[in-house]
């Protein structure tokens, strides 16, 4: 019995955080594909150049 108080204890320590979910970065991911989508079919429109579409994809990916 005292074992498994102190097991229980050891668990809740801060030595011993619990994990916590990594934060959202599916949704993050998805914004930046919208973005890539619609840049690409500016460029598909000839709204942009090549050029400005390198130019706006590679803001968009260091973002």
């Known amino acids: ?3 498994q108080r102190r097991r ?3 668990q809740r320590s801060p030595r011993h955080p ?3 979910a990594p934060a959202a970065p599916a949704a993050g991911m ?3 594909i919208e973005q890539l989508t619609q840049l690409g079919q500016l460029r ?5 150049t090549d050029a400005e579409f390198e130019a706006q994809k590679q803001r968009i990916l260091a973002a």
């Open 44 to 48: 598909d429109t000839g709204v942009l």
């Open 1 to 3: 019995m005292p074992q």
């Open 18 to 20: 619990q994990p916590t």
């Open 8 to 10: 229980l204890r050891l």
């Open 30 to 32: 998805a914004s930046v």
